[in-house]
């Protein structure tokens, strides 16, 4: 392994996560570790050279106070005792904190003598070696949605064991403009893979008919998906192993030993158990940012690598109450309007996300000096840093202008166009 590590060890801080992502800005790749990590354990883990103790509120389980137990004390690894919450920053990163950084940079390279070896490169060459002491010589599957997540996971496989990786990419008839195509492009004729292509847009247009219902839209969506990903993997012979695009958020975010769960994680969702995988997880140690380096230095395209989110359900929740292919038609198009004309304007990258949106009402307008009676379509784009709330972009007039004039002249049964000027709360990002 060619990386130096640095272990915060989790005493009942909230803040792990941010002390882990201020070592890692030093350049030294820093994991957490549950309180009752052991001394053998840690001698165990690649290339360990110093611990990070750091307590906060969180500090009684089951019961009992936990602390730096005896046995990683003397355990001889550099130990840096640190009371985050009380070290008086109220900054999310300590490296705002010039005291706290200075104090983590003379432990990390003075006292540990870490070397600042982090970096896309090493992580990649280790994760192959890695992925192939796990794998051996058997076979991976992997759902390939398209996203960041499973992109990247997806080339690092290709990387690491190329053949025996087998991807299966699921249209379910609602992914944006383009997106399927760029993953058979850039997956199977770039890269090489194993890729099998499911056009499945008729069965889950289908089963979606006349369901208004949000929340039911969604279920019916997400049970649809994992049967057709169920039946792909059925007629594939001798697969032992899943792989998945889990990231760090995801596990930090389901819970530690000393903080609640604040959300589940189940990327794995609803798989049979008689389909019986160990799962590949190699970015599972990553923040998304990192997620997105690794994509790029393995060569992913920066459309692909800089994706803004896009939800499970897809367009499926941007085309209002039960889903017609002609409105969906008309989400679909604006949307890549509302898209190439972000990236025209520089605001590609700028704005956290932005889409469009069909109601399933219409309204009266004029056309060609007739009256029409046609839907609209409304824009949405919004800023936020962890989704939970979230502030309209104040978009200038004349990018909006061209947008709607792109969009009345070019998306068939669209007569009007609104600008959702509503922050969450209290509306939501999405409509549904
Ligand atoms: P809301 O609408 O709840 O959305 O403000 C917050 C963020 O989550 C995305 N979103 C989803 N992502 N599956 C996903 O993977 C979903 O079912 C889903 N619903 C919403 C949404 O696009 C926004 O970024």
């Given at each position: 392994m060619k990386q130096d590590m640095i272990v915060v060890l989790d005493l009942g801080s909230t803040r792990n996560t941010d002390v882990a992502r201020a070592v890692r800005a030093l350049g030294v790749y820093s994991e957490i570790c549950n309180y009752d990590v052991t001394a053998e354990e840690l001698r165990a883990m690649p290339n360990v050279k110093g611990i990070i103790a750091n307590g906060g509120p969180n500090d009684?389980?089951?019961?009992?106070?936990?602390?730096?137990?005896?046995?990683?004390?003397?355990s001889g690894f550099p130990i840096y005792t640190f009371d985050y919450e009380e070290s008086g920053s109220v900054n999310p990163m300590p490296e705002k904190d010039e005291?706290?950084?200075e104090a983590l940079r003379s432990f990390v390279f003075d006292t540990c003598k870490a070397q600042p070896n982090w970096n896309m490169e090493n992580f990649i060459a280790d994760q192959v070696e890695l992925i192939r002491r796990q794998v051996g010589d058997q076979k991976v599957l992997l759902a390939l949605s398209g996203g960041v997540d499973s992109s990247v996971v997806a080339a690092l496989l290709l990387k690491a064991i190329g053949g025996q990786l087998t991807c299966v990419h699921v249209n379910?008839?609602?992914?944006?403009?383009?997106?399927?195509?760029?993953?058979?492009?850039?997956?199977?004729?770039?890269?090489?893979?194993?890729?099998?292509?499911?056009?499945?847009?008729?069965?889950?247009?289908?089963?979606?008919?006349?369901?208004?219902?949000?929340?039911?839209?969604?279920?019916?969506?997400g049970a649809e998906f994992i049967r057709v990903f169920e039946e792909e993997a059925r007629k594939l012979d001798g697969i032992k192993f899943l792989a998945q695009g889990t990231?760090?958020?995801?596990?930090?975010?389901?819970?530690?030993?000393?903080?609640?769960?604040?959300?589940?994680?189940?990327?794995?969702?609803?798989?049979?158990?008689?389909l019986q995988f160990d799962l590949v997880e190699p970015l599972k140690m990553l923040f998304k940012d990192e997620v997105r380096a690794c994509g790029s230095a393995l060569g992913l395209p920066d459309s692909m690598v800089?994706?803004?989110?896009?939800?499970?359900?897809?367009?499926?929740?941007?085309?209002?109450?039960?889903?017609?292919?002609?409105?969906?038609?008309?989400?679909?198009?604006?949307?890549?309007?509302?898209?190439?004309?972000?990236?025209?304007?520089?605001?590609?990258?700028?704005?956290?996300?932005?889409?469009?949106?069909?109601?399933?009402?219409?309204?009266v307008g004029v056309r060609d000096n007739a009256r029409c009676f046609d839907w609209p379509v409304i824009i949405r784009a919004v800023n936020t840093i962890d989704a939970m709330t979230a502030s309209v972009e104040q978009l200038e007039w004349p990018v909006?202008?061209?947008?709607?004039?792109r969009i009345l002249k070019e998306v068939p049964g669209v007569n009007r166009v609104c600008y959702d000027v509503s922050p969450k709360p209290t509306a939501t990002i999405e409509w549904e």
């Open positions: 009684v389980v089951d019961g009992v106070k936990i602390g730096l137990s005896q046995e990683v004390y003397s005291a706290i950084q379910h008839g609602l992914l944006r403009k383009g997106e399927p195509e760029q993953v058979v492009k850039v997956f199977r004729e770039e890269l090489n893979a194993n890729l099998i292509y499911v056009d499945a847009t008729d069965r889950f247009l289908d089963k979606l008919a006349g369901v208004a219902d949000p929340e039911q839209k969604r279920k019916i969506i990231i760090y958020p995801d596990i930090v975010e389901s819970g530690t030993k000393t903080a609640k769960m604040v959300k589940s994680h189940h990327n794995v969702g609803g798989l049979p158990e008689d800089y994706r803004q989110p896009f939800p499970g359900p897809g367009l499926g929740v941007r085309c209002l109450g039960a889903i017609t292919r002609d409105r969906l038609e008309a989400v679909r198009e604006s949307d890549a309007i509302l898209r190439e004309e972000f990236a025209n304007a520089g605001l590609e990258r700028k704005v956290w996300q932005y889409f469009t949106i069909v109601p399933d009402f219409k309204s909006l202008l061209k947008i709607t004039d």
